[in-house]
Structures are given as structure tokens and as C-alpha cells.
């Protein structure tokens, strides 16, 4: 996995499920259950998330009849939240994070809470939720100086990631920093992946300092490498910075000509906050065109998309992950802006006590959730 080749990885599996029609195999369960998560967080990693979902869940429904392989169900239930993450279907992403959180009061396991802080950091911070995201990032760390031995190699990782909400919260010279250190281990260790985020970043942070000469082609780079790992999902954010940058330089054809590339991807692997993302740069570009039609479009596609991703805040009915705001997590995985959370938190008439039912849970006719801590 830390050099990115994720085909390699499907391959394996597929060998392992050909291995078991064995008669010798039949019979192995742990060995079933491997291939299942294998093949999950492979089709993850590639991008296919329905097929990673399948998996995962199956991978899941074989552990609960197997005694021998416990720990395996909380690594397949995070690569099934990622899964959703990758879908954008963020509610069933935060409950299945929250499900392995939930599993690990009782029984403490480093790893685990690493890789669901690290994740919910990735989800905030692609809503837009950069103080959120930072957070869940510094736990990350302190998590890493408890267990260094063991969590010693997702340092880099984490570094690399904890640069972008420094970039959006104004850090530049931190998210520099940071992202070179990571870049630095990546590249003794051969971490492609790493390599290939920290490329985007590096060029994140010279196209916020306008600086495009130096900046498009770090994108580029990145491109290639994750077009070489299969990685879809990170080229869809990649050709969003292309575009940025096109636009910013005042090439306003080229830049829809990027978006549309990167909207095409999206619709493909089924990112809805991607495909989102393509339509608000398009119709601000459309309108600097002067094509009103093609921005009225695509002001009707983000109108069906905000609905369709249930991105609008249960309390006050705005949009959420479309402009940099605090978001706040509830307990039964509706978010909410962190402004309309007092709200939730008042007495209601002939209930002293008890807080507001989660507006959008009141609306499907669900429980009564209460804040997240």
C-alpha cells in the first residue's frame, strides 16, 4: 500500500479467493475474510467505491462468524466509511467512524483511533471544516508519540495532511514546512502516495501565493503519479487546483475545459461533493464568460446536488461545505453549523433538560441524538 500500487493489491486477493476454491481452503475462514478486506480497501484505494462497500461488508458479516479474527471488523468497518466518504454519503461515513470509536472506549486500541481521527479529519476538511480537521489531525499526532514504534510511519502521512488546513487558515510558511518533512520521509521511504499529496500541496500553497509558474507543474506531477497508482478520486482534486489556477491567470476557456475533465471523473466514481465543487467553479466561470444559460445550469445542478448530499444545516436550512465555517458532529452523524448548535442546546417547553431533537433525525422520524464530545 505505501507504494501505491493498488492493482497489485486486487491481483493478490483475487489469488487468495482462487486459492480457497481449493478443497484444501474451503474451509478457511480467516483466510476468506483477509481477501475480503483486502480486496475492500484495494477498490477503495482505486476509487470503486461500490465495490469496496460489497466487500467490506462482507468482510464484516464473516467476522461475526468467526471467533478467530476479531480485530479485523473495526479495520473493514473504516475502510466501509471511507468507502462512503469516497461516495460522499458523509452521514453513513460518520456512523460507521463512530461505530469503531464506540468499540474502542471499551477496549482501547491506538491504531484504530489513529485511522478514525485521521479519516474525520480528511471528511472535515473536505467540507470546508479547516479548525475541525486541524484538530482531528493533532490528535493523530499525540496518538503517533504514544505508540512510535508501531504508528511511526503514518507521521509522514499525517504531516502532509495537516498542510492543507494550515494553507486555509492563513499558515503558509507551517504548511510548507510541514509538508516538506513529510515529503522528505516519503521519499526515503518510497511512499508514493504521500509523495504524490504532497506534490498537490506544495502546489496548493504556491497557487494561494499566486505564484503559477511554480505551481502548475507540481499539479501536474501529482497527476501522473496518482493517474500511475489509479487513484481517481485524488485526480479529481488535482484537476480542481489546475483549474483554479487556469482561472486565476485569466484563462477562463482552458479552465472550464479542466473542470469539465474533472467533473466527467467525478460523475464516473460517484463523488457528489466533487461533482459539486466542479459546478461551482463552472458557473463562476460561465458568468465571467457571459454564458448565463451554462451558469443557470449549473446553478440548478448545485441547488439538486446540496439535496441530494443532505448539505444543508438541519437548524437554520443554509448550505453547508461550500465556504470555510465550523461544523459541529452529532451523535447520530448529521452535521450541523457550529453557530446553530446553542439551539440544540436549549430547554425546550415541558422538557427541562433534555436537548432539541437533531432537526434532520426529527425529519426522517428518527431518535432524539445529542451533541457529540
Known sequence: FDTGKYREVIACANQQLEMLNSKTMCNNADFLQEAY???????????????????AKGCIEKEQNNENAKDIMSFATICLA??????????????????????????????????????????????????????????????????????????????????????????????????ELSMKDAMLRADRPVQARCLFTFAEIHRKRKDFERSFPRYES????????????????????????????????????INHKANQLAEEIGNKIGILDCNIRLAELYILTGNSFAAHQCEESLSRLT????????????????????????????LIHSKCTPHLARYTWGRKGRKRPCPSCRNRSSGNPVLSR
Open 37 to 55: 478486506f483486502n480486496l475492500a480497501r484495494g477498490y477503495e484505494k482505486l476509487s470503486e467505491f461500490k465495490k469496496s462497500i460489497s466487500y
Open 222 to 257: 501529482a497527476y501522473a503519479l496518482f493517474v500511475e497508482m489509479g487513484d481517481r478520486l485524488n485526480q479529481v482534486e488535482v484537476l480542481g487546483g489546475m483549474a483554479k489556477c487556469m482561472a486565476a491567470l485569466k484563462d477562463f476557456e482552458q479552465a472550464i475545459e
Open 82 to 179: 471511507k468507502a462512503y466518504h469516497g461516495l460522499s454519503d458523509f452521514y453513513n461515513a460518520i456512523n460507521n467512524f463512530d461505530s469503531v470509536l464506540n468499540k474502542t472506549e471499551n477496549n482501547p486500541s491506538l491504531h484504530m483511533r489513529f485511522l478514525v481521527f485521521e479519516s474525520l479529519g480528511q471528511l472535515f476538511s473536505k467540507l470546508k471544516d479547516y479548525d475541525t480537521a486541524h484538530l482531528y489531525y493533532d490528535r493523530c499526532l499525540d496518538i503517533i508519540l504514544q505508540d512510535a514504534v508501531t504508528l511511526a510511519k503514518y507521521k509522514r502521512r499525517i504531516q502532509c495532511q495537516i498542510a492543507l488546513p494550515m494553507l486555509h487558515m492563513g499558515r503558509f510558511n507551517d504548511a510548507m514546512e510541514q509538508c
Open 307 to 334: 439535496a441530494e448530499l443532505e448539505l444543508f444545516c438541519g437548524v437554520c436550512g443554509e448550505s453547508m461545505g461550500q465556504i470555510p465555517e465550523h461544523l459541529d458532529k452529532l451523535q447520530c452523524g448529521h
